[in-house]
């Protein structure tokens, strides 16, 4: 079993619509959560980072954690073609390490 | 443009070559990092190094040498690697504290013919 869990995807959804993007994990040492989004050629760019449990907002975008669930969630609104792009979750537990975990990537695609 | 440059962008080798690559950062950062991206895989962390000393190392085979001068600086030497080491090597930094987020650059797609 993999340690993140992330569908593939791609998720294709028209403009306008609120997209949900996902990730399980079953390393309950995780405290970190991050999102990244990766444009086509390009690195990955970070979005979101929480700490713990519980909701972050910035803009269109909402990063939730449920760490008794073992899941995290981004849910972007009002969606648009520039948001078209690979999602990646990454998570990192709280010790001297350095290394995080990421998912491998939800492709999304945001139809004009 | 980003903080953390990577070049070549591309690159071709056969599996007798040597090549390197090459990332540089110009965010004051203090940790570098060398990440493998293949396609529908996770990122495979390589390599870490905090203060131009490396501190993870993720069994990453000898074909792969990396190499911190200072820390603005850091290179991936390769040589004699396998047709399966294609993929995009991604080089990232960050500061300070160990939960600090990871900056990263546009990667060096590379073909191991």
């Known amino acids: 079993q993999k340690e993140v869990e992330q569908d593939p995807g791609p998720l294709s959804v028209p403009e306008g619509a609120i997209v949900s993007l996902n990730c399980t994990y079953s390393n309950s040492a995780f405290q970190y959560f991050m999102w990244y989004r990766q444009y086509s050629r390009k690195g990955p760019e970070l979005l979101m980072y929480?700490?713990?449990?519980g909701n972050k907002e910035d803009g269109r975008f909402t990063a939730q954690v449920d760490k008794s669930s073992k899941y995290i969630s981004l849910f972007i609104r009002d969606s648009q073609p520039s948001d078209s792009a690979t999602y990646l979750c990454?998570?990192?537990?709280?010790?001297?390490?350095?290394?995080?975990?990421f998912g491998s990537g939800t492709r999304l695609q945001v139809q004009p | 443009e980003t903080g953390v440059t990577q070049t070549p962008r591309h690159l071709v080798m056969g599996m007798t070559n040597k090549k390197s690559l090459k990332c540089e950062q110009h965010l004051g950062h203090n940790a570098m990092y060398w990440y493998k991206q293949s396609a529908k895989k996770p990122l495979e962390l390589m390599f870490v190094?905090?203060?131009?000393?490396?501190?993870e190392n993720n069994s990453v085979p000898s074909r792969f040498s990396p190499e911190c001068p200072n820390s603005s600086h850091l290179f991936l030497h390769l040589h004699t690697l396998q047709p399966e080491d294609s993929a995009l090597y991604l080089c990232a930094s960050s500061q300070g504290a160990k939960n600090s987020p990871l900056h990263f650059g546009n990667g060096t797609r590379l073909t191991v013919t």
């Open positions: 190094y905090s203060l131009e000393e490396r501190v």
């Open positions: 990454a998570m990192k537990e709280d010790t001297g390490r350095r290394a995080l975990t």
């Open positions: 929480t700490y713990s449990s």
